[in-house]
């Protein structure tokens, strides 16, 4: 039995949900090039702690045709790409009941990273939370994944991880974790002799 497991958030705890970046666009008939940019730079850069993104955002509303806060513009954001797996929650529980540890994983910034973890109820269903903005680092680099081992006091073949990106499992995977591709919960759940 692993010693603690990590779950990504947005495609593993959190289901799929349509680009909100792409709603935006097609709402206000902006050219998504115009959108892009802010997802690709900016974005990247408060999910490591780097920037705010409240003050980034104000930079770029306008060019949007947002006629409300940037605060509006974020929960407008969030409740519309913030939908907890009940189901997946419910996996995550019973593991805890076996005293399995269980970490959300994610690259998030700070106020989305809130969001998931308090307004979102998700928070209690963990025994912690390694968001990427806490981190400093995405789950795409190695040292994304030894700060968190070093605050585990794990060795790396005690931990699974599961996401949803193929990329973030081999960057894991290179550092020696047990880190899986997730699938479905039921894959999940046959993996783990659940």
């Known amino acids: 039995m692993p010693k603690a497991i990590l779950f990504d958030a947005d495609g593993v705890v959190l289901t799929k949900q349509p680009y909100f970046s792409l709603e935006i666009a097609r709402e206000n ?15 990247r850069l408060c999910q490591v702690g780097k920037a705010d993104m409240k003050e980034e955002l104000a930079k770029y509303l306008p060019k949007w045709k947002w006629q409300g806060s940037v605060d509006e513009f974020l929960n407008r954001w969030f409740t519309a790409d913030v939908h907890p797996d ?3 929650l419910a ?5 805890r009941a076996k005293g399995i540890p269980c970490y959300l994983a994610s690259d998030q910034e700070k106020y989305r990273g809130e ?12 025994d912690g939370t390694f968001f990427s903005f806490e981190v400093g680092h995405s789950k795409s680099t190695p040292q994304y994944f030894e ?21 973030n499992v081999d960057v894991a995977k290179s550092l020696c ?18």
Request: hydrophobic fraction near 50%; charged fraction near 30%.
């Open 147 to 167: 700060k968190v081992l070093a605050t585990l006091g794990l060795a790396p073949a005690d931990v699974i991880f599961w996401d949803d990106d193929e990329k």
């Open 86 to 88: 009940a189901e997946v």
């Open 29 to 43: 008939n902006i050219p998504y090039d115009e959108i892009e940019p802010f997802y690709k730079n900016e974005l």
């Open 91 to 95: 996996f995550v529980d019973a593991m």
């Open 115 to 126: 969001y998931i973890r308090t307004a979102a109820d998700v928070g209690k269903h963990f």
């Open 177 to 194: 974790l047990d880190a899986r591709f997730w699938t479905s919960l039921d894959a999940a759940k046959a993996e783990i002799g659940a």
